[in-house]
Protein backbone atom coordinates (compact mmCIF):
# COMPACT_ATOMS: atom_id res chain seq x y z
CA UNK A 1 0.00 0.00 0.00
CA UNK A 2 1.85 3.11 -1.03
CA UNK A 3 1.52 6.18 1.78
CA UNK A 4 3.49 8.81 0.56
CA UNK A 5 4.97 10.68 -2.06
CA UNK A 6 8.47 12.07 -2.63
CA UNK A 7 8.14 14.27 -5.36
CA UNK A 8 12.39 14.22 -6.52
CA UNK A 9 13.15 17.44 -9.21
CA UNK A 10 16.50 18.70 -10.01
CA UNK A 11 18.27 22.36 -8.68
CA UNK A 12 21.14 24.40 -9.63
CA UNK A 13 21.53 25.86 -5.85
CA UNK A 14 21.32 23.01 -3.00
CA UNK A 15 21.44 25.94 -0.52
CA UNK A 16 19.68 28.36 -2.48
CA UNK A 17 16.80 26.02 -2.55
CA UNK A 18 16.61 25.19 0.78
CA UNK A 19 16.59 29.01 1.78
CA UNK A 20 13.47 29.27 -0.89
CA UNK A 21 11.57 26.15 0.38
CA UNK A 22 11.77 27.18 4.48
CA UNK A 23 10.90 30.65 3.22
CA UNK A 24 7.58 29.53 2.57
CA UNK A 25 7.23 27.98 5.93
CA UNK A 26 8.37 23.81 4.97
CA UNK A 27 10.71 22.25 7.11
CA UNK A 28 13.51 19.84 6.52
CA UNK A 29 13.86 16.14 6.75
CA UNK A 30 17.54 16.73 7.74
CA UNK A 31 18.80 13.14 7.56
CA UNK A 32 17.45 12.88 4.23
CA UNK A 33 19.41 15.83 3.26
CA UNK A 34 23.40 16.58 2.13
CA UNK A 35 25.39 19.50 0.88
CA UNK A 36 24.55 17.88 -2.88
CA UNK A 37 20.63 17.64 -2.25
CA UNK A 38 17.80 18.89 0.59
CA UNK A 39 14.41 17.06 1.43
CA UNK A 40 11.77 19.42 2.41
CA UNK A 41 8.60 18.26 4.10
CA UNK A 42 5.44 19.35 2.64
CA UNK A 43 3.42 17.25 4.64
CA UNK A 44 3.13 13.95 6.72
CA UNK A 45 2.44 12.39 3.11
CA UNK A 46 4.93 14.77 0.75
CA UNK A 47 8.31 15.59 1.17
CA UNK A 48 10.06 16.92 -1.80
CA UNK A 49 13.82 15.84 -2.50
CA UNK A 50 15.86 18.23 -4.82
CA UNK A 51 19.68 16.86 -5.83
CA UNK A 52 21.92 19.04 -7.50
CA UNK A 53 21.80 18.71 -11.45
CA UNK A 54 24.96 16.59 -10.99
CA UNK A 55 23.94 14.27 -9.10
CA UNK A 56 19.89 14.08 -10.34
CA UNK A 57 21.17 13.22 -13.34
CA UNK A 58 22.69 9.74 -12.23
CA UNK A 59 19.17 8.52 -11.67
CA UNK A 60 17.89 8.63 -14.97
CA UNK A 61 19.54 8.61 -18.39
CA UNK A 62 16.94 11.59 -20.00
CA UNK A 63 18.21 14.93 -19.88
CA UNK A 64 16.99 17.08 -17.44
CA UNK A 65 14.14 19.43 -18.43
CA UNK A 66 15.10 23.08 -19.38
CA UNK A 67 11.95 24.36 -17.29
CA UNK A 68 12.51 27.96 -19.01
CA UNK A 69 11.34 27.10 -22.24
CA UNK A 70 9.18 23.18 -20.88
CA UNK A 71 6.56 22.44 -18.08
CA UNK A 72 8.55 18.99 -16.69
CA UNK A 73 5.45 18.58 -14.77
CA UNK A 74 2.48 20.60 -12.75
CA UNK A 75 3.03 19.67 -9.04
CA UNK A 76 -0.59 20.26 -7.65
CA UNK A 77 -0.65 21.17 -3.74
CA UNK A 78 -4.20 20.73 -2.28
CA UNK A 79 -4.44 23.74 0.43
CA UNK A 80 -6.78 24.09 3.31
CA UNK A 81 -7.97 27.75 2.24
CA UNK A 82 -7.55 30.87 -0.50
CA UNK A 83 -5.70 32.37 2.58
CA UNK A 84 -2.88 29.57 2.48
CA UNK A 85 -2.80 29.65 -1.15
CA UNK A 86 -2.29 33.84 -1.25
CA UNK A 87 0.34 33.46 1.70
CA UNK A 88 2.36 30.69 -0.44
CA UNK A 89 2.26 33.12 -3.24
CA UNK A 90 3.44 36.16 -1.37
CA UNK A 91 5.92 34.15 0.58
CA UNK A 92 7.55 32.75 -2.94
CA UNK A 93 7.54 35.72 -5.13
CA UNK A 94 8.94 36.98 -1.80
CA UNK A 95 11.80 35.06 -1.71
CA UNK A 96 12.84 35.04 -5.41
CA UNK A 97 10.00 33.04 -7.10
CA UNK A 98 7.67 33.89 -10.07
CA UNK A 99 4.55 33.83 -10.94
CA UNK A 100 2.91 32.95 -14.36
CA UNK A 101 -0.46 33.72 -14.14
CA UNK A 102 -3.00 36.07 -11.94
CA UNK A 103 -5.03 33.89 -9.12
CA UNK A 104 -8.36 32.58 -10.37
CA UNK A 105 -11.44 31.67 -8.92
CA UNK A 106 -13.67 29.15 -10.26
CA UNK A 107 -16.51 29.22 -7.19
CA UNK A 108 -15.98 25.98 -6.15
CA UNK A 109 -12.31 26.25 -6.63
CA UNK A 110 -9.53 28.80 -5.77
CA UNK A 111 -6.32 28.35 -7.52
CA UNK A 112 -2.84 30.47 -7.62
CA UNK A 113 0.68 29.14 -8.97
CA UNK A 114 4.40 30.00 -8.83
CA UNK A 115 7.69 28.50 -10.04
CA UNK A 116 10.27 27.68 -7.90
CA UNK A 117 13.97 29.49 -8.48
CA UNK A 118 14.58 26.29 -10.64
CA UNK A 119 11.67 26.82 -12.87
CA UNK A 120 9.37 23.90 -11.59
CA UNK A 121 5.90 24.95 -11.28
CA UNK A 122 3.61 24.48 -8.19
CA UNK A 123 0.12 25.09 -8.32
CA UNK A 124 -2.11 25.60 -5.17
CA UNK A 125 -5.61 25.23 -5.22
CA UNK A 126 -8.70 25.24 -2.34
CA UNK A 127 -12.21 23.57 -3.01
CA UNK A 128 -15.01 24.29 -1.21
CA UNK A 129 -17.17 21.66 -0.19
CA UNK A 130 -19.86 20.67 -2.30
CA UNK A 131 -23.59 19.12 -0.98
Given at each position: ?????VVHLS??????TR???TALGFTLNEGMSGEKHVCIVMSETI?????????????SPRAVC???????????????????IDDLVR????????TVEEAEDHGFMYQHSF???DGH????FHTTETP
Open positions: MIRAITKDVARAFYQLMLSEESVFTTFDTSKYLEVLNCLQCSSRAEKAVAAGGTLDLAWNL
